[in-house]
């Protein structure tokens, strides 16, 4: 049977150190800032924001929380976007997606100054990351790093199957883990939609990190045994007797009998995910402020 993997108590210890770096922050004259912007016409991403917000707040970190209607003209996002960017308290600032249809989000991504992309969207930021030296790691897979750093798992040399391309995770977190650096030097394969005969990739893989947005994709029978399986996905499911539950990317009962080691979900990544906004909100404005923050970077 595997390990559960306790993403809630590595991120709390997480957040145990930033907030000594905010603390730094403080001392220097300077709290950190984050401004989230929400026009999303998804209920969901108002949960996440106001969790974002939340966050914040029980560091010690200040936060602006900017709502605007879904039928805003594109342009009122973007003079808010530009009054944050010019604003010198703000840190970090992020625009929570999804954003109406007629708004293109690759254009609210880079309108926002690559200096306070604590999401890490930015062309900027993502090619820094590609080029092998990151200003901003994208928070979720930066998360999943630390959480094999924190649970002993050695990437370096392992084979490493992520299974979903995508630009907020699949992609950046195959960018990490072939990195030439700790938490990196992975052989990595990226696995998709049009992946022939997933069950084969993931057979061979020492590290499994799903994150394909599909239900239960990954069973136990994919799964070499001892794996280390990260679960990316929250998928809502309806049940048997009409209500419904919240389920990951991996089929959790069977995989847990292969696995070595196992994310739950929730309680996995997903915890993480929110510490690392923070860690690049402190990040941001110690590069802005000239504030040596020290921040904890287990895998480099
Ligand atoms: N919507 C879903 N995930 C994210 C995220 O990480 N950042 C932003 N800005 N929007 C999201």
Redesign the pocket.
């Known amino acids: 049977m595997a390990d559960i993997i306790d993403g809630n108590s590595i991120a709390a210890a997480l957040r145990t150190d930033l907030a000594g770096s905010v603390d730094r922050l403080v001392d220097a004259d300077h709290r950190p800032t984050l401004a989230?912007v929400l026009m999303?016409p998804d209920p969901a991403?108002e949960t996440?924001v106001s969790m974002k917000q939340d966050d914040c707040e029980e560091l010690g970190i200040d936060s602006r929380d900017v709502r605007l209607d879904t039928d805003a003209a594109a342009a009122t996002l973007f003079e808010t976007i530009d009054d944050l960017n010019r604003d010198g308290d703000v840190d970090g600032l992020?625009?929570?997606?999804?954003v109406p249809d007629h708004v293109d989000y690759r254009e609210v991504v880079e309108r926002i100054d690559p200096m306070k992309d604590v999401?890490a969207?930015h062309p900027e930021n993502v090619g820094r990351l590609v080029a092998g030296y990151p200003r901003y790691k994208?928070?979720?897979p930066h998360g999943i790093q630390q959480l094999l750093a924190a649970t002993g798992v050695d990437t370096a040399g392992a084979d490493a199957v992520v299974v979903g391309r995508s630009r907020?995770v699949g992609k950046p977190m195959a960018n990490l883990l072939i990195q030439r650096a700790p938490g990196g030097n992975a052989t990595t394969t990226v696995c998709h939609s049009h992946t022939d005969d997933l069950g084969a990739k993931t057979r061979q893989a020492d590290i499994v990190v799903a994150a394909a947005g599909v239900p239960e994709l990954v069973d136990g029978s994919m799964l070499k045994p001892g794996a280390v399986v990260v679960d990316v996905g929250i998928n809502r499911v309806e049940t048997d007797d009409g209500g419904s539950e919240l389920v990951g990317d991996v089929a959790f009962e069977s995989a847990r009998e292969q696995a070595g080691a196992i994310t739950p979900v929730p309680g996995g990544v997903g915890p993480m995910?929110r510490a690392m906004?923070l860690y690049n909100t402190v990040k941001a404005a110690g590069l802005q402020h000239d504030v040596a923050v020290d921040l904890p970077d287990l895998a480099g």
Not at 94 to 98: E, F, G, H, I
């Open positions: 989230t999303s991403s996440y992020l625009v929570q997606s999804p999401d969207f994208p928070c979720t907020i995910t906004l």
